[in-house]
């Protein structure tokens, strides 16, 4: 099965970046320290950091 998370179509707000991302996180078994360090990288600056790191994330549970 090939994991295809993508964040085209989630929509832009904030929370909603960030929610899809922890889901996708937990489906992919990431512990919770995993997931609240992402949470934490993802808000330490602005936007366009939450979406790099979210981006980043991505990438990496679809194994890119």
């Known amino acids: ?3 295809e998370y ?3 179509g989630v929509d832009g707000n904030a ?3 960030m929610g899809y991302v ?3 996180m937990r489906r992919e078994n ?3 320290e995993e997931i609240a360090t992402y949470r ?5 600056s602005d936007y366009n ?4 790191i ?6 990496e549970l679809n194994g890119e």
């Open 30 to 32: 990431k512990t919770e």
């Open 54 to 59: 979210s981006q980043d994330m991505v990438e």
């Open 40 to 44: 934490d990288k993802a808000m330490e």
């Open 6 to 8: 993508c964040l085209i």
């Open 1 to 3: 099965m090939d994991k």
């Open 15 to 17: 929370f909603s970046v």
């Open 22 to 24: 922890t889901k996708a």
């Open 49 to 52: 950091n939450l979406l790099r």
